[in-house]
């Protein structure tokens, strides 16, 4: 019963949103307020609406009705309660009612706002919201229904059906298949709802940049509405991102945290094009220049992130992530190309009107600086497209499918992250407007040849590798010149306000949170690349097996296995067997490890937890591989030691802390912005 | 004047890229080959950087823990989607391929950690080259167990 119930509340939803589309575009060419409004509420309904489909399904995942396919696929009577609630995501059909979910709730959020002297944007981004929600809804309930149950029909097959067919038997499984074991861990349970947090909740703004169109209100306020919500969804897809690498550095048992595979791909290109926007709207707030360029961004952003929902549900490239072949890849298909071109169409029709108030005059003025980082993010977007769809291409036009892996994105990536991290240490020192080799090398040139001195010190003391050297230098340079940034803008507080240096400090962060919030974020980025160029460039590992008491040693550990234990664990229908190994430097006794491999009997798949010693020098990383069962005394390890890996993750704290300065709402933002868009507008009439 | 420096500076960038791009295809291309191609192809591809799918046939999977050294074999899968659908989706074709002994099977050698994953009617991905000796040396490990993750009909539930 409750099956059918939550089926049919997905199919008053879909109705519901078509709907609101609907009456919100008739209510905006009849100039009706009461359609626009009946619309809005509409919109308010479906949130209700899909949050009881939503508990229903739980419901049922919690109960276990393992006549429902989708039940009966991803729980099963072992799992713990928290899991089968999170099962939600862990399969395409939950994952895609979640979606939804998600965008009913942005949109109810987004309607209630007061919408004032914008009340002409309010009826496209209903649609917008409306089309996509009904789009997603329509994929549950044609394709994808997460309540279809199971049954036998006359001839013996046993299928998933929304509603039973003639003469057959319910199917009514004692227990389910279980979510995968991979998928059981903290980083995977939060890992998902992440990204589709950031991936749902750039509809938003490009739902307002429609609407800016549609109206031919072209003028930057669609940008200063949603600026917030966009650094949010930033935020959320950043956070996506790297807690889908976090995961596979503790679960997947290779060492990394990145393998340029199809689908991270597809959820670093829209990133890519969300980053690229966040920066070149600024040139717009401040210069009224890109105006096009920035509804480019954000409609690729949005095709980018139906795209990468595509790509992980859809399996159409082959991938670890590719769970399923499904029939929802034509539907994607045809979705993506009608929003794409409408949207295109829409900025060709409106694209004199979004012409540039000011044109750009110096090469190294802060506008072309930052011109040049959207031309880099679009070129490492050009690069991650180009490998994705190359098997594609290849085979179209040659007959033979030819993929490449990741050292060709390393390769060609790099040199392109250089340049970017080059940008952030001399970028934030140029001037608007007008700047010269001779204005920027005064500014610079205590921070390079600090930053020198810093390489000189990593070259004589931790490493020859060039391209290391390359990265330190960059690191440090980005670092310097953001620190000096902060402590120069402080420095003139104190001066002219008498504050201590801490209060101005704060004080400075305070009254300009977007440019230091930013800041912040540019160190948090250099962390993560020391990070990164660490276990990239000087990962070494080394595998043996030991008896009792033998050793492997690998960067001056010694590792010293103990001894190794087998164990079952009914209740989660595990076998446990865990080796226990000391880690020595020097000879003194560091820690002790416990690598472990998980079996999971029901799913009869063997899951292998890392032993990790983690520290800001480096990471030890332990593997069991191997073990004789019947002696316990042979057992093969696999050891990596990946230098800085640590700061990966540190970075990641300083980012969502930069983030979160960023994106404060603050109380006396409203006045300033309205005041700031006046003398804009001002401005501009003045030319 | 003005403008035809940021039209020059942005003609330089394209170059770079493109540059790049083609570059790194060239360094870094696999061809991806099914165990049918592989056998055909033979010679011709000896020591070319090859990307190879098959199903694993259980029985012959053979590791040893001293050396790292794990020994298998593949059945053909043909490459296609579209076909691997026809044929009643991969886990099907998984299957159908390791039943039937007249399958065109190629042997592989990995060295490293035996993966979780690795057990019959998996679909092995495997990035490496052909040797001489007609035996495949895989870098990188792949594998797919379709009935692990999601599957349109369940294989052994009992209605009662």
Redo the contacts between chains.
Sequence with gaps: MLAEFGYGILVVTFLLSLYSAGAAMVGYFNKSAALVESARRSVLLTFPLLSVAALALIALLVRGDYQVQFVYEVTSNSMPTYLKVTAWWGGQAGSLLFWSWLMSAFASLVTLRKWERDQEFLPWVIVVAGVTLAFFLMLNILFENPFARLYQTLDGDIAAYTFAPASSTPILPSDGRGLNPLLRHPGMVIHPPMLYLGFVSFVIPFAFAIAALVTGRTDDRWIRLTRRWTLWAWLFLSFGLVLGGRWAYDVLGWGGYWGWDPVEISSFMPWLTATAFLHSVMIQEKRGMLKQWNMVLIILTYALVIFGTFLTRSGVLSSVHAFAQSAIGPSFFIFIGVTFITSIGLLIYRWADLRAEAEMKSMLSREALFLLNNLLFMSVLVVCFWGVIFPLISELFTGQKVTVGPPFYERANAPLFAALMLLMGVAPLSAWGHSTVQTLGRALWKPVIAALAITALAFVTYTRNVIALIGFFLVALVILVTLYEFWRGARARQRTQGENFFTALARLIGKNRRRYGGYIIHISMMLMAIGILGIELFQTQTQGTLQVNQSLELQGYKLVYKDIASWDNPGANVNYTRAVVEVYKNDQLLTELHPRTDYYFESQQNMTIPGVRSTLTDDVYLLLVDWEPASAAGATFKVFVNPLVNWLWIGCIAFLFGVIIAAWPDKDLQPVTVRSARTAHQASAAD | M?RS??IL??LF?LA??VY??F???Q???????TVDELKTKGSQVIDKSL?L?GAVIGDSIQ?D??T?TLTFEVANVP?D?AE??AQG??AEVLRAAVADPTRARVTVVYV???P??L?SEAQA?M?GHLGTDGIFYAE?L?L???T???????EQ????
Excluded: H
């Design positions: 003005g420096k940021f500076g942005g960038i770079a890229v790049l791009i570059s790194s295809t360094q870094s291309a696999e061809y991806f080959m990307r799918s590791y823990p001293q790292l490459g989607n691997i659908e989706g991969l490293g950690p035996k979780d994953l057990r991905i990035t990188e792949l797919k167990c379709p692990k993750y999601e599957e349109a009909v369940p539930v009992t209605g009662n």
